[in-house]
């Protein structure tokens, strides 16, 4: 295995209070003195998020308001108040550590219908509020392409509408589709809530903050859009076209909403081909993944196992079936939690893997391995892939190829 990074361009870190200031300040004459104000704040693992929230709530303190935050993470952390606490928990928010309390109710009130007839939910919380900043990182979606993308907007819905609002939206998805069931009943919540504002956050290829955007309410979906297709270009993604076997250290919720990200392993959440043989226009084409863990901050949920062909029995084990099978369900996607085949070392995993790719003309497999989906700027490739690194500019090898590296237990090092 070679050691290998993209050598994407690093821009300088932000200075994140001194970005965000004077956006708000043009919002200043909306933040009333003593308004009750709901922070909106989801699972994602995103980059500098405590630093992020810790800088909106003082400005909006220094305003003159009383924030507070609201969880806006759908049906996440088994869909109870206490769970979604513990998951802001997992990123150092907390009502110590931020100053403001926490209101964490799945209550919800229907506000509207979509022009499809399709209810839109918002959180009673959020509502009661004087107005709502709803936070979130702009990118990619993990179901869907399209314009729209994971922002704001599915915040709004997803997130401001806790589980019943997530379940809501999936359901009208399968019938008119992710874009248009998303569109519509974020159109209803941003027009009726008192939402104030969204953060939308971008990260590059190094999972760092590239922009922080503050968007008044009404130009959310516009802005959204043309912020989505900077996002695109900043994704960090696999370099190859076709690999034999991928292993991925961990998956998560705070990884991805889908545990490992389908724009970055080629597989769809509703279905993908096991053929040996290149099937699909998907890319790149996987014919084998291993997972071998969980991230401790996805709090047992394993969505997005059933994208794996292989996995860990120390992942199994730490699965929490009914928080992985709430958020599967609520996304009426039981597929993406259906567990794979599972050993007990990462050497059988491996071995097995490689074994059912059927290869007989004696050429060995390209293999990469990334810590997640996340973070694929370094990883590990196969001596085998070295013809293809050679004709990518971006990649750099960083050291002579050495073997495997497995540990006395059998689990790679």
């Known amino acids: 295995m070679l050691r ?108 509207g219908l979509t022009e499809d007839g399709v209810p839109a939910y918002c959180s009673v919380e959020a509502l009661d509020a004087d107005g709502v900043v709803i936070v979130n990182r702009i990118k990619p979606h993990t179901d869907f392409g399209g314009d729209l993308g994971s922002g704001i907007f599915k915040m709004a819905v997803i997130g401001l509408g806790k589980r019943t609002g997530a379940n809501t939206m999936h359901m009208a998805a ?79 919720k705070n990884i991805s909403g889908c545990g490992m990200d389908p724009n970055v392993i080629g597989r769809s959440v509703y279905g993908y081909a096991s053929s040996l043989r290149v099937q699909g226009s998907f890319k790149p084409y996987i014919r084998r993944i291993f997972v071998r863990d969980l991230t401790e901050e996805s709090h047992g949920n394993a969505i997005g ?19 992985t099978y709430i958020n599967a369900l609520t996304a009426v996607q039981p597929q993406v939690a259906k567990i794979p085949i599972y050993f007990d070392t990462d050497r059988e995993a491996v071995e097995q893997s490689v074994a059912s790719l059927a290869i007989t003309d004696g050429r060995a497999p390209t293999i990469v391995r990334i810590a997640d989906t996340l973070s694929v700027a370094h990883f590990e490739a196969s001596e085998t892939l070295l013809p293809e690194i050679k004709k990518r500019p971006l990649l750099e090898i960083l050291g002579p190829a050495k073997p495997m590296d497995f540990g006395a237990d059998g689990n790679l090092v």
């Not at 932000?14 to 699972?43: C, H, M, N, T």
């Open 4 to 111: 290998v990074q993209q050598n994407y361009p690093k821009p300088a870190p932000l200075d994140i209070p001194a970005v965000l200031r004077p956006q708000f300040e043009a919002l200043r004459s909306r933040i009333k003195p003593g308004a009750r104000i709901a922070v909106g704040v989801g699972s994602r693992g995103i980059t500098n998020l405590k630093e992020i929230i810790a800088a909106i709530l003082a400005i909006l303190k220094a305003a003159g308001a009383n924030p507070f935050i609201i969880p806006a993470m759908g049906s996440h952390g088994g869909a109870t108040p206490e769970g979604q606490i513990d998951v802001l928990g997992t990123y150092g928010i907390t009502e110590a550590s931020m100053g403001v309390t926490i209101r964490a109710s799945m209550e919800v009130r229907q506000i």
């Open 305 to 323: 196992i059933g994208l794996a062909d292989m996995t860990t029995t120390r992942l199994v084990r730490g699965m929490d079936h009914r928080i």
């Open 174 to 252: 399968s019938q008119i589709g992710y874009e248009q069931a998303i569109r519509g009943i974020a159109r209803v919540i941003i027009g009726k809530a008192p939402v104030i504002c969204g953060v939308g956050i971008i990260e590059n290829q190094f999972h760092e903050t590239a922009q922080l955007v503050v968007i008044p309410r009404e130009t959310i979906e516009v802005t959204e859009n043309k912020l989505l297709v900077e996002a695109r270009n900043l994704m960090p993604l696999l370099p190859f076209d076709d690999i034999d076997l991928l292993i991925i250290d961990r998956i998560g």
